[in-house]
């Protein structure tokens, strides 16, 4: 007996996904969006590979050439390729994204099923947890960790990005699990024997991947934004380029007081064009998940 | 509300509580010896210095005693307003520098903060009810809210600054007067304080206009709305009635928003070279002075708790609920 709403469950989910589907692809929110993040993605992925064996931080040409069609973006006080760093600085944020904002979510979600789910002192302990870490500046965390690291990587750097930058996440994943806890399906499962991190897995979680989906898309964004702000600072990974690194030499280098727009428009642009794409496509995934946002 | 308050309290204090565990864990469990190391990178000739220097930070981590004994050590020099000494510039008491650079950066924060909300709230709710406002406000604001701070304040630097000469791009007064009482020195602090605040308000407030504005078109949608349109009330009350609503959660945000506002702030202050906090912090962390950087987070950290709490304080002159008791365990 209990197979069959379970069963039926999952054909409507299957339907659910096609019919978001449908409105995914007629969302221009939602398209522009991703379309943006993706041509981004493929030029910090593919450049490298068609750039050949230049490294990016080799001296390449005369210093501080304005952008021709040798050097696209000019090149910096030194005589390196602004485009090259550029191309591999891309490579390097989305690492940091994705990898800051991937731990950071699975910290977020473990915290917030956990916590609404079990409800009463596993709660109250999580939630304390949860409400200190909102509280304490996590940037000047990092700044002392990232300062006592001898050798910094990006793999560390967005490691400890992803533990300081879940809380927020972690709290609303809980309000949600506790809103789902209570239905029938959920008791349903709790009946038959389920075991609780299968009941997440298999009944909780399903019904709210749409939020989880969303939830990852903003910690990729902050954690973008985190990332570039610690390399400004200095405390980026010791080798290779990012963004944040390109700033910072643009900046240390007084490419402002010599003019060369080139070196340091083009790594804050691709930050903000990244980051502000990827709220655009929330809020198109937002119209697709939720028909009452839908205005056609 | 007193269970209100102690739950918030409670929170502040194991705040402060981990915060300073953290700080005191990590030349402790980070790998190396932190005292040979610091003497090495201080770059410190005069052997009575270094000597100086040694015995006072053994005395300081005191490595000899058992961990416990560390940690309590840590707390009584911490609560009695010690921490330290600054190596970069050795023997200032960190205390001294931090203090010194502190008026810099509250003159910047506290009218970013506030004006930006308060900027933000209303454009937000000017946007939730005119189109072209609407069209207008919400691209602008994503793009703002998605910079980076220190790119905007690079931009703003580059063309109001260099390029068009209005405003200078670096110090918190002009080189070649020394702080005084004058009306040319606060002139100066004046001009060079407009590019850094203009950096961090802008980026807030593209948070702030989309935030209420999504919340105003939630609130004008919901129940109470439609059943006051039905009686025939006119929009500006039912618009008014919305308004209040929509800006309790603006304010919880607020709360939630200030450690990325203080790390705003850090960041633009480095652009700027503005003698604040964030200047400070770049010092530390490129003469590895680690006292200067422990005593600036701890610093931080106390004014955010002292912050949130403020904003606790409004939220229930603000929220009738809070006052009664109903909520209070969620917020």
């Known amino acids: 007996m209990t197979t069959t709403p379970l069963a039926e469950g999952r054909a409507e989910t299957r339907v659910v996904r096609r019919e978001a589907l449908h409105f995914a692809v007629r969302n221009g929110k939602l398209v522009t969006g991703f379309g943006l993040v993706l041509v981004l993605l493929l030029l910090g992925v593919l450049g490298p590979l068609l750039l050949g064996v230049t490294a990016p931080n080799e001296y390449v040409a005369a210093p501080m050439l ?16 602004v485009f090259t760093q550029f191309v591999y600085g891309l490579r390097t944020t989305f690492a940091a994204g994705a990898l800051g904002g991937g731990i950071a979510a699975v910290i977020a979600m473990v915290v917030g099923f956990v916590a609404g789910y079990r409800g009463g002192l596993v709660d109250e302990v999580l939630n304390m947890l949860t409400n200190i870490v909102l509280v304490i500046p996590t940037l000047a965390v990092l700044l002392i960790i990232n300062a006592y690291l001898g050798i910094r990587s990006v793999a560390v750097q967005a490691l400890f990005i992803g533990l300081t930058s879940w809380p927020w996440a972690a709290r609303a ?12 399906f959920v008791d349903l499962a709790r009946l038959s024997g389920l075991t609780t991190p299968r009941i997440i897995a298999r009944e909780i979680a399903p019904n709210m991947s749409s ?15 985190i990332a570039s702000s610690l390399d400004f600072i200095g405390l980026g990974p010791t080798e290779g380029v990012s963004l944040g690194l390109m700033l910072q030499n643009a900046t240390q280098w007084s490419a402002l007081q010599l003019g060369l727009w080139w070196w340091f428009v083009p790594p804050g642009l691709a930050i903000t064009a990244i980051v502000g794409a990827l709220y655009v496509a929330n809020v198109g995934l937002d119209e ?8 056609t | 509300m007193r269970q209100y308050f102690g739950r918030k309290l409670l929170v502040y204090a194991l705040t402060f509580v981990v915060a300073v565990t953290v700080n005191w864990m990590i030349p402790r469990f980070m790998p190396g010896d932190p005292v040979a190391g610091m003497l090495a ?24 005693r058992p961990l416990w004994e560390q940690y309590a050590n840590f707390w009584a020099t911490l609560l009695r307003g010690d921490f330290g000494i600054s190596i970069w510039l050795f023997p200032t008491p960190v205390s001294t520098v ?6 810099y950066t509250l003159a910047l924060m506290i009218p970013a903060v506030l004006l930006s ?42 063309g109001l600054g260099v390029v068009a000469g209005w405003f200078p791009v670096a110090g918190g007064y002009a080189f070649s007067l020394r702080p005084a009482l004058t009306g040319e020195f606060l002139l100066s602090l004046v001009h060079h304080w407009v590019l850094p605040f203009l950096s961090l308000f802008l980026v807030a407030l593209g948070g702030w206009a989309i935030g209420m504005r999504n919340m105003i078109i939630y609130e004008l949608e919901s129940d109470y709305a439609t059943y006051l349109a039905a009686l025939g009330a006119p929009a500006k009350l039912i618009r008014r009635y919305a308004f209040r609503n929509a800006v309790l959660p603006q304010i919880t945000g607020l709360a939630l928003q200030l450690g990325v506002l203080v790390a705003g702030a850090l960041v633009t202050e480095i652009v700027f070279s503005y003698p604040g906090l964030g200047s400070l912090i770049l010092k530390a962390i490129q003469n590895q002075d680690f006292f200067l950087l422990q005593g600036t987070f701890m610093f931080i950290v106390i004014g955010v708790l002292v912050a949130n709490f403020v904003i606790d304080l409004v939220y229930v002159v603000v929220d009738p609920r809070t006052r009664a008791g109903m909520a209070g365990a969620q917020a």
């Open chain 1, 66 to 81: 304005p952008p021709s069609a040798e050097h696209w973006l000019g090149t910096t006080t030194f005589g390196q390729d």
């Open chain 1, 173 to 184: 994943i809980r309000a949600q699990t506790f809103s789902l806890r209570g239905r029938d």
């Open chain 2, 98 to 103: 931090i203090l010194r650079a502190v008026p």
């Open chain 1, 211 to 225: 939020y989880l989906f969303m939830t990852f898309i903003l910690l990729f964004g902050g954690s973008v934004l």
């Open chain 2, 117 to 158: 909300w308060w900027a933000g709230n209303r454009l937000g709710a000017y946007a939730a009810r005119r189109r072209l406002l609407d069209n207008t406000v919400l691209p602008v604001g994503y793009v703002l809210t998605a910079m980076p701070y220190m790119w905007l304040a690079v931009l703003l630097a580059w």
């Open chain 2, 41 to 64: 990178r201080t770059g410190v000739s005069q052997p009575a210095a270094v000597e100086a220097m040694r015995v006072y930070y053994t005395d300081l981590f005191g490595f000899d």
């Open chain 1, 288 to 295: 697709v998940f939720n028909p009452k946002l839908r205005t």
